[in-house]
Nanobody, 114 residues
Framework: VQLQASGGGQVQAGESLKLSCVASRSLLPVAAMTWYRQAPGKQRELVARWLSGGSTITAGPVKGRFTISGDDAKSAVYLQMNSLKSEDTAVYYC?????????WGQGTQVTVSS
């Protein structure tokens, strides 16, 4: 199974991007779908998580600016990123977890210029 992440790019501060991540086949039943990011020289950190049932968790630094959504029937997760800041610059990774294992996408670069 492969997770295909897309939507990254280079934007100016204040602009928006939407990331997408889709599995190559159904991963039902999905337990959680998560976006992480890793900036140069820093550890990977959780950005937002979608849980089976539809509840979400959003990390403090992006709360109010980023919105995660998921479609478990399609084994797909999305991240709408608004009001981007230079500190959001990182490689963004998607992760989809079932009850028995987890899968990672290849990462998509987001670069925000101030």
């Amino acid at each position: 199974v492969q997770l295909q992440a897309s939507g990254g790019g280079q934007v100016q501060a204040g602009e928006s991007l939407k990331l997408s991540c889709v599995a190559s086949r159904s991963l039902l039943p999905v337990a959680a779908m998560t976006w992480y990011r890793q900036a140069p020289g820093k550890q990977r950190e959780l950005v937002a998580r979608w849980l089976s049932g539809g509840s979400t968790i959003t990390a403090g630094p992006v709360k109010g600016r980023f919105t995660i959504s998921g479609d478990d029937a399609k084994s797909a997760v999305y991240l709408q990123m608004n009001s981007l800041k230079s500190e959001d610059t990182a490689v963004y990774y998607c992760n989809i977890s079932t009850h028995s294992r987890q899968y990672w996408g290849q990462g998509t670069q987001v670069t925000v210029s101030s």
